[in-house]
T-cell receptor, first 116, second 112 residues
């Protein structure tokens, strides 16, 4: 596709349930990022992948959050035992390579997660 | 650690008037600076970026920003706004790490 895609666009779940959010990056982009945007706030970094490995997961709030990128392309963000405070828009971005300042991060439209 | 402050949460401006959206940052190392725009129900789009060199950078849609190292600022400006500029604007910084640190955003509303 032409840009970063995320599915689903909206997800409503109940407290305590498990959810998976999917990100399909731009073809050829080796770097992939997850951010979380709560209402009225700017996006906050969660995790960054370079290829298949998580290069920086310092933004994951706790061990209920986990992300994978098994083949270096599509990534899945997994949230266990969801809480109402997890409600937010989850953004995915991708870019070429790493370590280059000019590597622009291209963002997807996001998944709006609502935990009832 | 680095942080970004956008003091103005909302800025109303009359159509065809100039606008300035303020951004200040703090960081113990050199940073790269960005402005992103988020139109309603859309993803973030890069407006412009400062990496090095000239402190005045020009972006898309007629926007420009000036990097001021002594004041640790990166204010966004446009000489004449249009209805289509209505959106949320985010300032962000990055250092040698890959992650972006965003401000809380400024909602720009254009008044006809």
């Amino acid at each position: 596709g032409a840009g970063v895609s995320q599915t689903p666009s909206n997800k409503v779940t109940e407290k305590g349930k498990y959810v998976e959010l999917r990100c399909d990056p731009i073809s050829g982009h080796t770097a992939l990022y997850w951010y979380r945007q709560s209402l009225g706030q700017g996006p906050e970094f969660l995790i960054y992948f370079q290829g298949t490995g998580a290069a920086d997961d310092s933004g994951l709030p706790n061990d209920r959050f986990f992300a994978v990128r098994p083949e270096g392309s599509v990534s899945t963000l997994k949230i266990q035992r969801t809480e109402r405070g997890d409600s937010a828009v989850y953004l995915c971005a991708s870019s070429f390579g790493q370590g280059q300042a000019y590597n622009e991060q291209f963002f997807g439209p996001g998944t709006r997660l609502t935990v009832l | 650690a680095q942080s970004v402050t956008q003091l103005d949460s909302q800025v109303p401006v009359f159509e065809e008037a100039p606008v300035e959206l303020r951004c200040n940052y703090s960081s113990s190392v050199s940073v790269y600076l960005f402005w992103y725009v988020q139109y309603p129900n859309q993803g973030l789009q890069l407006l412009l970026k400062y990496l090095s060199g000239s402190t005045l950078v020009k972006g898309i849609n007629g926007f420009e920003a000036e990097f001021n190292k002594s004041q640790t600022s990166f204010h966004l400006r446009k000489p004449s706004v249009h209805i289509s500029d209505t959106a949320e604007y985010f300032c962000a910084v990055r250092n040698y790490n890959e992650k972006l640190t965003f401000g809380t955003g400024t909602r720009l509303t254009i008044i006809p």
